[in-house]
């Protein structure tokens, strides 16, 4: 099985490959350019001496010929194996025979009859020629030499261009190590604290980096997913405390009456306000049990029905008949002024029963909570939105319980002698989400309660 690659190692070699590349490609450029230059270089100074030669072997008198010789031989440096070739020529058919004779290729001659001028190289000897013509005659001088510099001082600045590769490869491969070390430290650091943190200290945080870079924006989201997680671990909690206490009374309500009944023998009449008094709790429980199922449904997209266009005025219109049979005493008004003119701004795309049913808890809460004062229904249309606002006289909700309205089975403090589950406003909440909606609450104690509800137009 393969050694897992760390991502810190990934980085180094990545590092580390990077800068040996751009290091080689540097030093084959230095290698490359020096190496062309000292062979244009190496030419040029064959190609002066041959011009040299050709002078005062060919035009100057004996004595300034010994001059220059003189002087040449003190202040112009010896090549390595330099040799030099007068050769007289008197047309270009003679040249074959010039060049067996003294081992030239006989076509660097003829360049040189041709251009009056040519170089050539053959292993590690460099040639350099001129023409020279004085009256009639015609004359090829060559200067011949091996390339010490570039034979010898580029071998040498192979060695040390190789140990500075090696060397400097080292050096980058620590830096590379050390540097991706530095730079993954503190995602180390955050992972070793988060697998600290379990069910049993979720509260625990991540410590703030400082700055304003990628290390810090991570911290800050896992903070505020671990603090999302610890307030669905609140949710949790408090779900299963209400649905405990919820699917409990019954169920404690249908055993306490069973067993009373069964205490001693009963008469008919007696063991009929036993059933109907557990048939009642039986109800309840079913109820219950009915409302959990739609809130998880509500909660999943696969468990919705199609969505179609519907008008949300004729939405709420139909929700108040229902409320109406429900609780004939309501007193609720719609308010048409804010509607829009154009009446496809009141459509929406969504699920009629769904919707039905969220605004109906909705309006039925806002009765239920107001002893039946007057809630004042209104909508309108905005910023591609449709709006519905349910304002209500009743009890309200305290402020320190706000933050728990949409758990499940919650019910406020001040809503205890009031019939209901708890269920409504989470139900209607995650049917507003489902479409893509946002449900809002504003309540005041003794003052009422302002629901809001924001659907995009379909």
């Known amino acids: 099985m393969m050694a897992r690659i760390t991502t810190n190692t990934k980085i180094a070699l990545l590092l580390f490959g990077s800068s040996l590349t751009t290091l080689l490609i540097f030093a084959g450029a230095i290698y490359y350019f020096l190496d062309k230059y000292s062979y244009a270089d190496f030419y040029k100074r064959l190609e002066t001496r041959a011009t040299i030669a050709a002078r005062y072997n060919l035009e100057l008198d004996t004595q300034s010929a010994e001059a220059v010789r003189i ?12 040799r030099e070739y007068i050769l007289r020529a008197v047309s270009e058919t003679e040249l074959e025979g010039i060049a067996m004779r003294e081992g030239i290729p006989v076509s660097f001659l003829r360049t040189i009859w041709r251009d009056a001028r040519a170089t050539h190289k053959e292993g590690d000897t460099f040639y350099a020629g001129v023409r020279h013509d004085r009256g009639a005659e015609r004359y090829i001088v060559i200067i011949s030499a091996d390339n010490y510099f570039s034979s010898h001082h580029l071998s040498f600045l192979r060695t040390i261009l190789f140990g500075s590769i090696v060397f400097v490869a080292l050096i980058t491969a620590g830096l590379s190590l050390y540097f991706s070390r530095r730079i993954f430290s503190p995602i ?5 604290k988060v697998r600290k943190i379990s069910t049993d200290n979720i509260h625990l945080r991540l410590e703030h980096a400082e700055g304003n870079d990628e290390i810090s924006e991570l911290s800050s989201t896992f903070n505020d997913l671990l603090d999302r997680i610890e307030t669905a671990f609140e949710t949790q909690k408090n779900f299963i405390s209400n649905a405990s206490h919820e699917l409990g009374t019954p169920l404690t309500a249908i055993i306490g009456e069973a067993d009373v009944a069964l205490l001693k023998p009963r008469t008919a009449d007696e063991y009929r306000d036993v059933l109907k008094s557990i048939l009642e709790q039986a ?3 079913d109820q219950i049990t009915k409302s959990l199922l739609f809130l998880a449904q ?3 997209r696969g468990k919705v029905a199609s969505f179609e266009r519907l008008r949300i005025d004729e939405l709420v219109w139909q929700a108040k008949e229902t409320i109406d049979r429900i609780d004939p005493q309501n007193d609720i008004h ?3 002024s804010l509607f829009p003119e154009d ?3 009141l459509k929406v795309q969504g699920n009629a029963q769904l919707l039905h049913l969220a605004v109906a808890n909705i ?3 806002a009765c239920k909570y107001s002893h039946n004062k007057p809630v004042l229904v209104s909508i309108a249309a905005s910023d591609g939105h449709v709006v519905i606002v349910v304002k209500d006289e009743g009890v309200g909700i305290p402020d320190a319980e706000q933050q728990f309205i949409y758990d499940p089975f919650f019910r406020a403090s001040n809503t205890t002698y009031f019939d209901g589950y708890g269920i409504g406003l989470p139900l209607a909440r995650n049917i507003v989400r489902l479409h893509d909606g946002q449900l809002d609450v504003l309540s005041v104690v003794n003052v009422g309660t302002t629901v809001r509800i924001r659907l995009p137009l379909g």
């Open 363 to 365: 309006l039925g809460n």
């Open 343 to 345: 009446p496809m701004k």
């Open 71 to 82: 002087l040449r031989t003190q202040y112009l440096e010896r090549l390595s194996h330099e």
């Open 188 to 192: 180390k650091d955050i992972t070793d």
């Open 334 to 336: 719609i308010d048409s």
């Open 298 to 300: 509500a909660g999943y």
């Open 283 to 285: 109800d309840r429980l």
